[in-house]
């Protein structure tokens, strides 16, 4: 490096700019990143589902081997303590994801079932009828994580007190001490044909690799771009007008 150059590189703005482009890299890498992971569910979902339905009992083990598959287990449904997972909009309509507990024949565990969509009403003090018969029955459903929100903002029950009860998200620790005994770690999607249930358009989950590739190349040409004009900046030609001489 010349010591010309060298002068002309200024500590402070290059500094900034060299933070400034590794930020935008880093955000380029951690796109394609995510672009790999979704193209690993959607892999997943597809492999899982060409799998058997698994019995769910007392002491199966929740693992991702589980995760999309089908499950058929013994119960039946707790009427009386059921919960509204909030804020879910389908279609733009306001509404509720009804969650009901459905203890397992054997045992005392309980898993949380989602029964579908419904919408909210034109007052929020005036809960829907979502009762369901508490007959012992057999259910058929898809296993698949809890939705958790990006960010958390209060507790996760809304409502202390009253049943239904409505939730902002999953707390699985909060759920045992409201129900009185162990959950399954993982959501139950009730089957679309299945009785005594509600709006269930369950939808496999999308790719979206493409739309996060699409962002890592922006992420990358803003940093090249940057780059490029922070170079073009520093190393200029000379100040002809002193060399060209007297007229």
């Known amino acids: 490096m010349s010591a010309e150059l060298r002068q002309r590189l200024q500590p402070v703005p290059t ?47 929740y693992t991702d081997t589980l995760r999309f598959r089908r499950v058929r287990a013994d119960g039946s449904f707790d009427s009386a303590r059921q919960f509204l997972l909030d804020n879910r909009v389908h279609e733009g309509v306001a509404g509720y994801e009804v969650v009901t507990p459905f203890r397992l024949e054997e045992g005392s565990r309980i898993a949380l079932v989602d029964r579908g969509w419904v919408p909210q009403g034109a007052d929020r003090r005036s809960l829907p009828n979502i009762d369901v018969g508490s007959a012992p029955r057999e259910l058929n ?4 994580h809890f939705r958790q929100p990006g960010l958390r903002l209060g507790t996760a029950d809304a409502d202390s007190v009253g049943w239904p009860r409505r939730i902002g998200y999953f707390d699985l620790e909060v759920i045992e001490q409201q129900l009185g005994g162990e959950v ?10 299945e009785p005594e249930g509600y709006l269930r358009d369950w939808k496999p989950p999308a790719s979206g690799a493409d739309r996060h590739i699409a962002y890592a190349v922006q992420w990358f040409a803003l940093a090249l771009a940057l780059a490029i004009l922070f170079v073009a900046a520093t190393v200029r030609p000379r100040d002809r007008g002193v060399s060209r001489g007297s007229d």
Do not use: C, N
């Open 141 to 144: 459903a898809l296993v698949t």
């Open 184 to 193: 399954f770690p993982a959501l139950l999607l009730l089957d679309p044909e």
């Open 15 to 61: 500094v900034l700019v060299s933070v400034a482009v590794l930020l935008l890299m880093s955000l380029g890498f951690w796109q394609l990143d995510r672009a790999a992971q979704k193209r690993r569910i959607a892999a997943e979902y597809l492999e899982h589902m060409r799998e058997g339905v698994v019995r769910l009992g007392e002491g199966t083990i």
